[in-house]
């Protein structure tokens, strides 16, 4: 019999852990029983919870429970997400060497924090008592803190124990949770002993907030310190909603939550006006995104998205209240309202509000219409580096500090001529502090004029992005062959592709331009095309080539915007000449 222990003397019954291969699991799926699953089951862990479900918005969390334990031999697990899969979550447990331990396996299985359970003193480890047993991380300060406390009719404040060590877990690994045990199989660490009120707390409780023996008084389901200490008195009941958040005191007390604040309750208690259920299953976990979050880029805000049931990461799906086939988060971006029906031009640009919304271009701009685009920066470089349009002012670097060695820069009347050579001692340009394309969620279009004077390992005609592992990219060779080039984007995906653009004959000056259209893609991704043509070409042409990449503009941290210059250590600075 697992069910029907008695407990200590003021909580009533008790679970018996009395087998190795026992164990309480949550029946998270409502299927009726537990499935904690294994590594060739689909979903894979049908019982499965995120780690961020059990942590408040700034990853703390508490684990408590009451033990009565025959001995501290073998490791035995008080509560457990641990699974057979390969990224798995926490153990919380005792173990063979007296010590009571926290191991988040996903973020090192060699590491855990641990404290001597003590063995002298008034909470000294008695065979088959009863003591409150606790772990605390503090998601603010890092740290992690456990408390160990015989049980007594005196107890009001935890024992902390001296910690070493601190694992705050990661809020996306998803595992089972079991009472007593662990979900590996064949499981062997069962508890062994009694355990009872069991709490997981999304805060990290002080030493006074635990639970160590019955102060219900009024027995209306309420700590009697809990209610002193919210209400000045015992007069609430279990069941009362005194801020009207639709949450019970008894929901509030359990989720550590202010009852007489709306906006502090368990469904969200990051209180940014989202639930968290809905931000879980979604994101993964509460701290991902903000009410005021726009993680598709299509102008509609989370809290717009969940208001009327759209989908907040797909881009192709945005709320229209007023059904005039525009998007509400559009309107109220550009109009604070929604009183448009797209059938005026509100910037007299010749472009019907309408038009403008399906072009994403800027309804109140009229130098920016659904045909025409609005410049933003420009760089002429006719004996200036300034930006004649946008006030960004671009830089000759020569990273080694040192003309004498690799290529050198210089601004002429009419150019920036770059000498190329090793990327470590040769000059390059920087178009200002960076963040030329980031958090946009409009087109943009990158237009250069500039001529590869030889060919150099590699050499890029321009590269944006933070550095090897972040950036977008045309280069003019590919290696150090003249008919070959690549185009790449490397973010959270990676798109390329080879020998598009090539060959820019040397010393012969282009015409390049790429543009980037957000959701244009299939599925509503980013859709890159370039061109290139010899400038003394009547007509640019049609795009050399183009890709759809999940990869966007939103999420780009080009703090590094160079021309000449690859993110990549081991590629050669241009040899090259940037007319504009």
Request: net charge negative.
């Given at each position: ?140 300060t890092g740290t992690s803190l456990f408390y160990w406390t015989r049980l007594a009719s005196t107890s009001t404040v ?423």
């Amino acid at each position: 019999t697992v069910l029907g222990a008695s407990s200590h003397a003021s909580f009533g019954k008790a679970a018996t852990i009395g087998s190795a291969a026992y164990g309480l699991g949550l029946d998270a799926n409502g299927s009726g029983g537990f499935q904690p699953g294994n590594t060739t089951t689909t979903p894979a862990l049908p019982d499965g919870i995120a780690h961020s479900s059990l942590t408040g918005t700034n990853g703390s969390f508490t684990l408590e429970a009451l033990v009565n334990l025959p001995g501290l031999a073998g490791k035995r697990e008080i509560i457990s997400t641990d699974s057979t899969q390969t990224n798995r979550a926490f153990q919380f447990y005792t173990d063979v060497d007296g010590a009571v331990k926290f191991n988040f396996i996903a973020t090192g299985a060699g590491t855990s924090a641990s404290a001597d359970i003590p063995s002298t003193g008034p909470h000294a480890f008695v065979a088959n008592e009863w003591f409150h047993v606790a772990y605390v991380h503090d998601g603010a300060t890092g740290t992690s803190l456990f408390y160990w406390t015989r049980l007594a009719s005196t107890s009001t404040v935890a024992n902390a124990l001296a910690t070493t060590g601190t694992e705050p877990g990661t809020g996306t690994v998803t595992g089972p949770l079991v009472i007593g045990n662990e979900a590996r199989g064949p499981s062997g660490e069962g508890l062994l002993g009694l355990i009872d009120e069991i709490r997981i707390s999304r805060t990290a409780r002080a030493a006074t907030a635990f639970l160590f023996s019955n102060d219900d008084t009024d027995t209306d389901g309420l700590s009697d310190a809990w209610e002193r200490h919210h209400f000045e008195n015992l007069d609430e009941t279990g069941t009362d909603d005194p801020d009207h958040d639709g949450y019970d005191n008894e929901a509030e007390e359990t989720a550590g939550t202010d009852p007489e604040d709306a906006a502090s309750n368990p469904g969200d208690l990051d209180a940014d006006g989202l639930p968290d259920v809905w931000e879980i299953a979604i994101f993964g976990n509460t701290a991902a995104q903000s009410a005021d979050g726009d993680p598709d880029g299509d102008f509609s805000l989370n809290l717009l998205e969940f208001t009327h049931g759209t989908d907040p990461v797909d881009p192709l799906v945005w709320p229209d209240t007023d059904n005039d086939r525009m998007n509400d988060g559009w309107e109220l971006l550009h109009f604070t309202g929604l009183g448009h029906d797209g059938s005026a031009d509100s910037d007299l640009d010749g472009s019907t509000d309408k038009q403008e919304h399906d072009a994403n271009s800027d309804p109140n701009e009229p130098a920016w219409s659904a045909t025409r685009a609005a410049l933003d920066h420009r760089w002429n470089f006719n004996g200036s580096l300034n930006d004649s349009v946008g006030g960004v002012t671009a830089t000759i670097v020569d990273p080694d500090a040192n003309p004498a060695a690799g290529g050198t820069g210089a601004l002429t009347s009419t150019e920036v001529v770059l000498g190329g050579g090793a990327r470590a001692t040769s000059a390059y340009l920087q178009l200002g502090p960076g963040g030329l394309l980031a958090g946009r969620k409009t087109p943009v279009t990158i237009e250069l004029w500039a001529t590869q004077t030889a060919v150099q390992n590699w050499a890029r005609i321009f590269d944006f992005g933070s550095g090897a592992t972040e950036y977008l990219f045309m280069s003019w060779t590919r290696g150090t062959t003249l008919g070959q080039d690549q185009v790449r984007w490397l973010d959270s995906s990676n798109m390329q592709a080879d020998d598009k653009g090539a060959p820019y004959t040397t010393g012969v000056p282009w015409h390049i331009v790429m543009t980037l259209e957000p959701c244009a893609g299939a599925g509503g991704t980013t859709r890159v095309s370039w061109h290139a043509a010899r400038s003394d070409s009547p007509l640019l042409g049609g795009a050399r080539w183009s890709f759809d990449t999940r990869n966007t503009m939103l999420f780009l941290n080009d703090t590094l915007n160079l021309l000449g210059r690859s993110q990549y250590p081991a590629d050669n600075t241009a040899s090259a000449k940037y007319d504009e």
